[in-house]
């Protein structure tokens, strides 16, 4: 009797605990990407504190981390595309605009004229910043004498001592990007984009003339320079008609990889991917997509087994040697200074998790640098010696790590007081079926026990190209999903975040699965089974799980409600597509429904909008109104249909607010409402249930 009444009273007072706070779970500045100067002695990286966005700097030998740039407040302007100077003794990055397309510049905050969106330098001994031009793209030459970048669709030089003022240097059709400047900074290679196909082009800074390399009718890109700067090596991918946007896209006309001479522009094939799996293009997150390492060896990506590994082939030419063996993906890459190793990260021994790895370019046992319950990315050599990194796990956020030689990993910053990771539960990996059978990788968020049942939310990402993981996520945007299933957890929720079909991380099979998205939806057999699992759990009460997520992960929302309003009661969706023959021209301009009949027709019934005769479950819909994502049509369209039948729709919408909200306090905002939504609709009293008990968040809160 004794240990049952203290088991209780244990019970009570874990339900009795107050959330935790948004605003705090929150607070830890976002860091990205990470880069290290030339000279190894310093790191840098950007931070996003709760919308105030900065570049931070960590030098040896202590390598503590201090506040470069001094923007203040929760102003909407990005930062990004920052690079070290050869010399590391300034950084040139890019503020402002929309740095997802570099289109037309963003305005979240309703100002009188739009902010610009402009190159600018920042020098690391005092942070004293100067604009360099209107633009974005910046590339520095390796002289350190001038910069490279795009404006207006055109690429300029500009001098990065400010002594004159930018020039022209390409003005022609189509587009340009990727910019890359030859070892000896005479001569600048970059892609020039035309509607259907791409070249490779290389300017010549003293002679004023362009020379596009191996010119053909498909799609060139990727271009990096041999360290001897004779040669560019760049990837081709065979043009194809076929609308693919949101498609299974397993196997195609092979793609390969050609070096061309920098002088004559003549160039040959040295490697073409097989036929079959592996013949689509499938990249890495990297700066450059082809590392020409030492040994005259060009280390790639492919997924010839069916899972995303690097590979290694001769400049001359010749069979690829693969460096990365397993049933693993690879992800962040990046070589060493010398050029005879690549540090990546990868899944591998540990599906849901990341962890740094290094391989020599020329084969041999790839070494693990990280292994446990942590989750690491964004690996660069720093010097010879050093390794820095980002690092989180199930309750610590994500901060910059260094490591010197054999020296445990530390911090290079401070998690502000006010977050509290004591709070925060650890998601349990759970893998369940789906309607159809298949198995689906999730994580399971359980709030503190009780005897009571509790409601639940399931949580889909976006994407879809995604992979949820047991702990705090390297993008910024599920940075904030996960600190969201965290709160939903502490306010007494059960939360499971779905890995649905045609995520990464699984392999090519799973990623490209067969019928999802336009042709024929059938991750939603995910979100059923998703249901059906939490409906078997005895902490769950069936009668009140909700869903919810954001762009693809509003989408499986939308069918959730559409197609299984019995055992979804409520969603949150945030910009989801409903018909996918709207969001289709989003990302292929030329496509045309009439056109492709048959293809609209099962696009159309791939979309939740087509099954609202089925959607009885109220739903929340918040979208900003130039998202260039997810067309702002796709809630207007929903709203009305649901409107019509008399479902009960809830709406917040963000004037001139994006796709990934530029705003810290939108986010708040966001969050907030579905929170609220989700303690209104799946309180016991309006699900008919008298078990369980409703959250109720603390006035300090609402």
């Known amino acids: 009797m004794k240990l049952t009444a203290a088991l209780f009273f244990i019970a009570a007072t874990a339900v009795a605990a107050p959330p935790v706070a948004l605003e705090d779970l929150l607070s830890p500045p976002f860091p990205s990407q990470l880069m290290a100067a030339p000279s190894g002695n310093r790191v840098a990286w950007l931070a996003n504190a709760e ?16 506040q470069l740039t001094s923007y203040a407040g929760d102003s909407g302007i990005e930062i990004g595309e920052a690079s070290f100077t050869p010399d590391g003794q300034s950084i040139v990055f890019t503020r402002g605009g929309d740095l997802d397309t570099n289109g037309e510049n963003t305005n979240p905050t309703h100002e009188p004229e739009t902010p610009e969106q402009a190159v600018w330098i920042v020098s690391v001994r005092d942070g004293a910043t100067r604009k360099i031009a209107e633009g974005n793209s910046p590339e520095v030459s390796p002289r350190g004498d001038r910069v490279a970048f795009v404006a207006k669709r055109q690429l300029w030089l500009a ?23 030859s070892p000896d900074g005479t001569r600048l290679a970059f892609v020039a984009s035309r509607k259907e196909h791409s070249f490779i082009g290389i300017y010549d800074t003293s002679t004023k003339t362009i020379r596009y390399l191996d010119a053909g009718v498909d799609r060139d890109s990727f271009p990096v320079w041999s360290p001897d700067g004779k040669r560019v090596a760049f990837v081709r991918v065979p043009s194809r008609q076929e609308i693919l946007a949101f498609a299974p896209n397993r ?91 690549v540090i990546y990260n990868s899944n591998q021994n540990d599906i849901d ?29 720093v010097g010879t010696t050093g390794i820095a990194f980002i690092r989180s796990d199930a309750r610590m956020p994500p901060r910059p790590m260094i490591a010197i030689g054999n020296a445990a990993p530390r911090e290079m910053t401070v998690i502000p007081p006010r977050f509290s990771a004591a709070q925060l539960v650890e998601p349990q990996q759970v893998i369940f079926a789906a309607a159809d059978g298949m198995k689906i990788h999730g994580q399971l968020f359980l709030p503190a026990a009780s005897r009571e049942k509790h409601p639940a939310a399931v949580f889909f990402h976006g994407g879809s190209r995604r992979q949820m993981l047991l702990g705090w996520h390297y993008n910024y945007y599920y940075r904030n999903a996960y600190a969201m299933n965290q709160y939903l957890a502490s306010r007494g929720y059960v939360v499971l975040s779905v890995n649905y079909r045609s995520g990464i991380g699984y392999g090519m099979e799973f990623r490209e699965a067969e019928n999802y998205g336009t042709r024929g939806a059938s991750e939603v057999n995910d979100a059923i089974g998703a249901a059906l699992y939490l409906r078997s759990r005895p902490e769950v009460d069936p009668d009140r799980i909700g869903a919810w997520g954001g762009s693809y992960g509003g989408y499986l929302t939308a069918f959730a409600l559409a197609k299984a ?7 949150v969706d945030l910009h989801g597509v409903h018909d996918w023959n709207n969001e289709i021209k989003v990302w292929e301009p030329t496509y045309d429904p009439a056109a492709h009949e048959a293809m609209a027709r099962l696009a159309w019934q791939s979309s939740p909008l087509a099954y609202v005769d089925t959607w009885r479950s109220p739903v929340l819909l918040i979208q900003g109104d130039d998202d260039r994502n997810v067309s702002f049509t796709e809630t207007i369209h929903l709203a009305e249909a649901l409107r019509k039948k008399n479902v009960d729709v809830e709406m917040i919408v963000f004037p001139d607010e994006v796709h990934d909200f530029l705003l810290h306090r939108d986010w708040m905002a966001a969050y907030h409402a579905a929170s609220d939504f989700f303690d209104r609709r799946l309180s016991a009293r309006e699900s008919g249930t008298t078990s369980g008990t409703t959250p109720t968040r603390p006035r300090s809160q609402r």
């Not at 919308?51 to 201090?66: L, M, V």
């Not at 309003?565 to 969603?571: E, F, K, T």
């Open 353 to 381: 998790r990341r962890h740094i790895w290094r391989v020599g370019v020329s084969g041999g046992a790839p070494v693990a640098l990280t292994n446990g319950q942590t989750i690491e990315w964004l690996p660069r050599f």
């Open 565 to 571: 309003s019995n055992l979804y009661a409520a969603g």
């Open 251 to 341: 196997i195609g006309p092979p793609w390969s990889i050609r070096v061309a001479d920098a002088e004559t522009g003549a160039g040959r094939e040295i490697w073409r991917a097989s036929a079959g799996t592996g013949s689509v293009y499938r990249g890495v997150v990297a700066n450059d997509q082809l590392i020409w390492g030492a040994g005259d060896r060009i280390v790639f990506p492919w997924e010839k087994d069916g899972w995303t590994h690097l590979y290694s082939v001769s400049a001359g030419g010749g069979p690829a040697q693969l460096l990365t063996p397993g049933n693993f993906e690879v992800e962040y890459v990046s070589a060493s200074p010398d050029r005879r190793e």
């Open 51 to 66: 919308g105030a966005r900065n570049i931070w700097i960590a030098e040896a030998p202590d390598f503590q981390a201090r």
């Open 159 to 181: 001098p990065l001592d400010g002594s004159a003022k930018p020039e022209t240097a390409i003005a022609a059709a189509g587009t340009r990007h990727s910019l890359r400047w």
